[in-house]
C-alpha cells in the first residue's frame, strides 16, 4: 500500500509539473508573438493592444488568433493593402488619432466581413477609393477627417452597413460644390446628386457650345442674304438704267438724221 500511495505521489508531481511546464511554453509562445511596443492579453480572445507606441506603420507581424487591436494614438501614414488579411478573428479595430492619409483599395480584405467596429476617426483622410470599404459590415467611425465631397464619397458612403450613421458625422471640409463645404455631407448630398454633377456640368457646355454654333450659323446666313439682296438691287437697277441710254442714243440719230 506505501508502494502504491508513493507511486501515486509522484505520478501527481509529475502531472503537475508537465502542465506546469506546457502552460509556461503556451505564454512564452504567446508573449514572442506579441508585436514589439504592444501588449498582448488573453480576454475573451486575444487583445492586442499598440496605443501611444510611436508606430509609423502597421504591425506585419501581428498574431493571427487576435480578435481586438488597437492602434490608436501612433504616427501611422497609411493602410496599405491586404495588412489585415491572416486576422480572420478580428473584431475591433482602432486606427483612431493617427496621420492616416491613404487608404488602399484593398486594405480591409480578410477582414471586411468578421469585423464588427472600425475607428478611424481623427485621421487625415481627405478621399478613398471607391472600393475600399466594399463588404464592410463593421460601424464604421470615420468622423474629424478633412473630408472632400464628391461623388467617390458619396459611392463609399453607400456601400457601407451603417452609411446614414456614418454620414451623418462626415463634415465637408471641401466639395465638387464650393458651396457645401463646412457642411455636413447629408446636407451636401439631399441638395445634390454629387455623382451627377460632371455629367450636367458637360451637358451644359455642349448646350452652350451648340448655341454658339447655331448663332454663328445664323448671322452667316442673314450677312449671304443681305448682301444677296444689295448684289440683286443693284444689277437691277443698271438694267433699268439700260433702256434709257439706249432711248437717248436714238434721239441723237434722229436729230442729226434731220439736219
Not at 160 to 180: F, G, Q, R, Y
Not at 222 to 246: F, G, I, M
Amino acid at each position: 500500500m506505501n508502494l502504491v500511495d508513493l507511486w501515486l505521489t509522484r505520478s501527481l508531481s509529475m502531472c503537475l509539473l508537465l502542465q506546469s511546464f506546457v502552460l509556461m511554453i503556451l505564454c512564452f509562445h504567446s508573449a514572442s508573438m506579441c508585436p514589439k511596443g504592444c501588449l498582448c492579453s488573453s480576454s475573451g480572445g486575444l487583445n492586442v493592444t499598440c496605443s501611444n507606441a510611436n508606430l509609423k506603420e502597421i504591425p506585419r507581424d501581428l498574431p493571427p488568433e487576435t480578435v481586438l487591436l488597437y492602434l490608436d494614438s501612433n504616427q501611422i501614414t497609411s493602410i496599405p493593402n491586404e495588412i489585415f488579411k491572416d486576422l480572420h478573428q478580428l473584431r475591433v479595430l482602432n486606427l483612431s488619432k493617427n496621420g492616416i492619409e491613404f487608404i488602399d483599395e484593398h486594405a480591409f480584405k480578410g477582414v471586411a466581413e468578421t469585423l464588427q467596429t472600425l475607428d478611424l476617426s481623427d485621421n487625415r483622410i481627405q478621399s478613398v477609393h471607391k472600393n475600399a470599404f466594399n463588404n464592410l459590415k463593421a460601424r464604421a467611425r470615420i468622423a474629424n477627417n478633412p473630408w472632400h465631397c464628391d461623388c467617390t464619397l458619396q459611392q463609399v458612403l453607400r456601400s457601407m452597413a451603417s452609411n446614414h450613421e456614418t454620414a451623418h458625422n462626415v463634415i465637408c471640409k471641401t466639395s465638387v460644390l464650393d458651396e457645401h463645404a463646412g457642411r455636413p455631407f447629408l446636407n451636401a448630398a439631399n441638395d445634390a446628386d454629387l455623382c451627377n454633377l460632371p455629367k450636367k456640368t458637360t451637358d451644359y457646355a455642349m448646350l452652350v457650345t451648340m448655341f454658339g454654333w447655331f448663332t454663328m450659323v445664323i448671322s452667316y446666313v442673314v450677312y449671304y442674304v443681305r448682301q444677296n439682296q444689295e448684289d440683286a438691287r443693284r444689277h437691277l437697277e443698271y438694267l433699268k438704267s439700260l433702256p434709257s441710254r439706249q432711248k437717248k442714243a436714238d434721239e441723237a440719230d434722229d436729230i442729226s438724221t434731220v439736219v
